[in-house]
């Protein structure tokens, strides 16, 4: 066919926006459509349900596509017979971005149902711009003199968000050429991730790929070369090919196809094609031709070797190149992705660029991957410079400076949560300064306007979290050692809430974090002691139960203390709950933290061979105060204000006769609204005797006593801690062991 037969034959330009579909398009960004539904201005005209009006209207068209595909993703299928009456309008976010620090473009379809209920579901609108023709746009326009790309743009086209649609199958030729860009522009270009021209020294066993021949399990010995690592999840239900004593040197001969798992085969397919462009692009370097797989490089069956091999996570994972992590949700580690995820296109043929898709949205946030709901994979992704996902849908990309996804939403939001590093900020006043006046520094600093000026940590927590992780290792300035302590509890909430099989693992699976964390601090494997450190052991010690997990058992009390002993009583891993801290920011002033209790020495039993993994035995000696009391029976009109967290079954009414508290620390804040009042807190570990030694405690729960007064000057004393103190009956300093 020739160009002018090609021209003539082109289907008749339809109008791309019109009164009847105007309305639907037009409404203004900056609200929050997740938490309100359409209006009735918003309603579906029927007539943009007419094929003759969506043949004459390309923006009526589209809003009918859109209709029909929000109806297709809903969870709930929509029954017409209850339906009174539907809403429809595009939802633009392009200059108000989300939470996450992304910007969207939506449908959002309002349902009002005939029992009154309403509910509100969305696909996704965005574009795409192709590289442009110039001698095809010439052509056209010696034909069409009215071509679109003459006219305005139509209000759906302009307020599309720019994204790229996904490959649809994550083990395809076009999924792999985005990974491989993500590799070498990381290689390149991120000096946090390191250029990898020097090869690091290989891990004690790995698995040799090659290019032809046997796939076979090696012993390098001091050989240095690159490598890839896999995470990936044990199945429950199929057994799948282990190193043991009785077949290592098998495996050392070959490893059998048939005897591995789908999901073992896809992870040597694709890395065999890694190491092949790899060698390709880099020709000057040692050959990639290596994989390193927990299962196949670790004798299961041998303690020792377990040992050992757990003891090296942190090296292991650090210097692989790459780190492939299989979360497809199914057999294997490729995946394709649903067809409402890959989108449709809703190009006008006589504007072909941009393409325009709708699609259902990506939920990189809304879904977790059940992969990173493991335990022992939280250190794999934060010790992995480079971590390549394969998720149900898509591939994602997180290294130690950039997060990406095949669909751009997640680099973007990266883009908008991005701060400038303020660690250097002093927010707390000259060490010299008196106390009053450190309280005005502290008042500016807690001000909301100026708090992420200000908040050394502020551009952390947003931040994704191999990022956040790394920023928090490597900052600097006066602030560092308080980060360090805050970002190290921050792990143990994410860590505590993952789930183990075995759950003596509680510490194996963070040794590897907790070696990287020592090294980035200074510190030496006796300075950890059951997943607390000793630079910072007195409010690590502050931990409580996550009081949702509570609040999911309804009213009768659980008891989370784990059942086999894995953890002294003082430690966040003595349950088996999310575990949460009564934390203050980490640039709290020193002036207004006070602390009675002190960590005399620490008793620590591993084990193994693994410094920092299981242990057999550990306790502390503490000096503090001891107050004996029953917060039941305080005064109330004291004004102290009563919290409790128990880590057992019982409850604070269930706290019968006198009950001794030991006071660990106090923290004066002021009140943000009333800046003339003075809060204070007082944490205290409840405690319960061990055995008949008097000395000998375990720890029971958590204690807070709050109280308001007027802010401490020369003329007004504060009077706080005369109040607290006469809650209890007795109070004496005291040394104990704490189990």
Not at 505 to 513: E, K, M, R, V
Not at 624 to 651: H, M
């Amino acid at each position: 066919m020739d160009i002018f037969s090609w021209l003539f034959q082109r289907a008749p330009h339809k109008s791309e926006i019109c009164d009847i579909c105007r309305p639907h398009f037009t409404n203004s960004g900056t609200s929050t459509p997740e938490t309100s539904i359409p209006k009735t201005y918003d309603k579906i005209d029927a007539r943009i349900l007419d094929e003759a009006q969506q043949a004459a209207c390309h923006g009526c068209w589209i809003a009918c596509f859109a209709i029909s595909l929000i109806q297709l993703t809903m969870e709930t299928k929509l029954d017409a017979r209850q339906v009174k009456e539907l809403s429809l309008r595009m939802q633009s976010d392009k200059d108000v971005p989300d939470g996450m620090g992304k910007t969207t473009s939506k449908f959002f379809m309002g349902v009002l149902h005939l029992n009154g209920h309403r509910s509100l579901d969305s696909v996704e609108i965005f574009k795409v711009y192709q590289a442009a023709e110039e001698s095809k746009v010439w052509f056209e326009g010696l034909f069409n003199p009215a071509k679109p790309y003459d006219l305005p743009t139509p209000l759906y086209l302009e307020r599309a968000a720019d994204r790229q649609p996904i490959s649809g199958k994550t083990g395809s030729d076009k999924a792999f050429e985005t990974a491989m860009q993500w590799l070498e522009n990381c290689l390149r270009t991120h000096a946090k991730c390191g250029d990898d021209i020097a090869p690091p020294q290989l891990p004690t066993r790995v698995i040799d790929v090659g290019m032809d021949g046997p796939v076979r399990l090696v012993e390098p010995g001091s050989k240095r070369a690159p490598y890839v690592c896999l995470s990936h999840r044990w199945p429950t239900h199929t057994k799948i090919l282990r190193c043991l004593q009785e077949n290592i040197e098998a495996l050392k001969e070959h490893i059998q196809k048939e005897a591995l798992s789908q999901n073992f085969q896809e992870a040597i397919s694709f890395v065999r094609r890694v190491s092949a462009w790899y060698n390709r692009m880099h020709p000057d370097r040692e050959p990639l031709r290596y994989l390193w797989i927990d299962s196949l490089c670790i004798i299961q069956d041998s303690e020792e070797d377990w040992e050992r091999e757990s003891a090296r996570m942190c090296a292991i994972y650090e210097n692989a190149t790459l780190t492939v992590a299989s979360a497809s949700g199914g057999e294997g580690c490729f995946s394709e992705a649903e067809r409402v995820y890959q989108g449709f296109k809703v190009t006008n043929p006589a504007r072909p660029n941009p393409t325009l898709y709708l699609r259902k949205e990506l939920p990189h946030y809304e879904q977790p991957l059940e992969l990173f709901t493991r335990g022992w994979v939280l250190q794999e992704r934060l010790l992995s410079r480079r971590l390549l996902t394969f998720a149900p849908q898509e591939l994602i990309w997180e290294c130690l400076e950039v997060v990406d996804c095949e669909c751009t939403v997640l680099a973007e939001g990266q883009k908008a949560s991005s701060e400038p590093d303020a660690a250097a900020v002093n927010v707390c006043g000259p060490a010299d300064e008196p106390e009053e006046a450190q309280y005005d520094v502290f008042s500016q600093y807690r001000n909301p306007a100026m708090y992420k000026k200000n908040n050394p940590n502020s551009h952390v927590i947003s931040s994704p979290v191999k990022i956040a992780h790394q920023t928090s290792l490597q900052g600097r300035g006066r602030h560092r050692e308080a980060n360090l302590r805050y970002w190290w509890r921050r792990l143990v909430v994410m860590y505590s809430q993952l789930h183990l099989t075995v759950n003596s693992d509680i510490f194996p699976a963070l040794s590897g974090l907790a070696s990287q964390f020592g090294q980035a601090t200074g510190q030496t494997d006796g300075d950890y002691v059951a997943g607390c450190w000793k630079s910072s052991l007195l409010e690590d010690l502050l931990w409580i139960v996550d009081p949702s997990e509570k609040k999911k058992e309804g009213e009768q009390p659980v008891d989370y203390r784990q059942k086999t002993w894995r953890a002294p009583s003082w430690s966040w891993a003595s349950v088996s709950s999310q575990v949460l801290y009564r934390q203050h920011d980490p640039s709290w002033p020193e002036a207004l933290v006070e602390t009675y209790a002190h960590i005399i020495s620490t008793k620590m039993v591993t084990a193994g061979a693994n410094p920092l993994g299981r242990l057999v035995s550990a306790s502390l000696h503490v000096r503090g105060p001891i107050l004996v009391g029953n917060p039941n029976d305080f005064d109330k009109d004291l004004g102290v204000e009563v919290e409790y967290s128990g880590d057992t079954a019982a409850r604070l009414t269930d706290l019968d006769g006198l009950q001794a508290f030991l006071l660990m620390a106090k923290y004066r804040d002021y009140d943000l609204e009333h800046s003339d009042t003075e809060s204070t807190d007082w944490c205290f570990l409840h405690l319960d005797q061990a055995d008949s030694a008097e000395f000998r405690y375990r720890r029971l729960g958590l204690l807070i006593l709050s109280s308001e007064q007027p802010v401490a000057t020369q003329k007004v004393p504060n009077l706080a801690d005369e109040r607290m103190h006469s809650c209890f009956k007795t109070r004496k300093i005291q040394d104990i062991e704490l189990l």
